[in-house]
């Protein structure tokens, strides 16, 4: 058993890295990653939680340039299904979330493996249990990447079903994100959609409540 | 823009939290936690990334000693569900589920907000985007308790719809995580399932290929 103390330093210190991560989508091209660096992120990632002990993430290194240029095809389409939905200036925001899959220094995949039957803590939302695994383990990714000075990118741009196949995943794995990581120039003071004006955050107070749903929230 | 940048130092810390936070169901019963700690714990968590800036997570503070009874009452029903498909050694596990939540200092619901529709980088997995959302809020919050050295477990045994309804939420919105929050004596070494022999982890490189999804893997 573990009765290790963090310091108040230590505390304000964790407090910092999730403040200041943030969903990068710009990179400096043609930059790289020491495969140490990136072994200690991934490790970061794999120490994450799951529901009884599933370890669901997959991760798959996008290594070749073809296949990169391939999976940037996929998003392309995505982007172009996307703006037609929101038309006018929104589009105009999707450019971005292409450019980070050219320029970061590593492309992965995580991809929700098959289902392997696991009951413990998951019977009455086995799908729901086994995804939020997985995101807590990318969330990992995402501080490890900021402490490392790293930027990181989840597009979710994508059919999963389109690079499902590109992967050659099995009958049953679906990929959830394409992280993009890498050097940044620097990194935005606010969340990207909230500095261009996209859209503004709302206050903690507004998500939190006490003993129940209170009457009359407007859900916007 | 901000381009701070973290030490060595910093980061052996981040890895660090991220190595020992657990899954905790022991809490010292009758604790309390500051309401300026739980503050700096929620801030953690808002401050998560989430797809088109949607932050579809809500927490509801349970207070009243009799809605967590009832809540308890709630997890135990699934309990005993689940203790039926696993049966023998296996079903007394679940015993602890419930004791965390009678004995944690605080006890949060967290539930999935009704769809506010939001198009931006979720339209071909729109569900899936929104709830990787609230589990980043939610890993957040384990790594915030950890370096609180407070514990937190989440518990996922219950019925989603009687759990909903028992905290009066609207049509549309889902509760996928009671959060046990509080002091404990001490943390497990290693996550409770592999300590007490349920089930070992498996290595980072069975989770990790490279450019497609090797054969043959087998799926345990």
């Not at 400096?28 to 120490?47: F, G």
């Not at 992967?167 to 940044?184: F, H, S």
Request: proline content about 5%; some cysteine; hydrophobic content about 45%.
């Amino acid at each position: 058993m573990s009765a290790h103390h963090f310091s108040e330093a230590d505390r304000e210190l964790l407090y910092q890295v999730i403040r200041e991560r943030r969903d990068m989508r710009h990179f400096i091209a043609d930059s790289k990653i020491n495969d140490v660096v990136l072994t200690r992120i991934l490790d970061a990632a794999h120490a994450a939680p799951s529901v009884g002990l599933m370890q669901p993430w997959r991760f798959i290194h996008i290594k070749q340039t073809g296949l990169r240029d391939s999976v940037v095809a996929l998003v392309e389409q995505e982007r172009v299904q996307t703006a037609k939905q929101l038309g006018g200036r929104e589009a105009e925001f999707l450019r971005l979330k292409v450019e980070g899959l050219r320029e970061c220094a590593v492309l992965i995949a995580v991809v929700q493996a098959p289902d392997d039957g696991t009951v413990f803590g998951r019977r009455t939302m086995p799908k729901e249990m086994a995804l939020c695994s997985t995101a807590c383990a990318i969330q990992n990714m995402w501080l490890a990447s900021r402490v490392e000075n790293l930027g990181m990118g989840w597009v979710s741009f994508f059919d999963p079903e389109a690079l499902a196949n590109l992967l050659a995943c099995p009958e049953g794995a679906k990929p959830i994100a394409l992280l993009c990581i890498g050097p940044v120039r620097e990194f935005y003071d606010r969340p990207m959609l909230a500095q261009e004006g996209w859209r503004q955050g709302r206050a903690l107070q507004e998500c939190l409540f006490e003993d129940s749903w209170p009457e009359n929230v407007p859900n916007e």
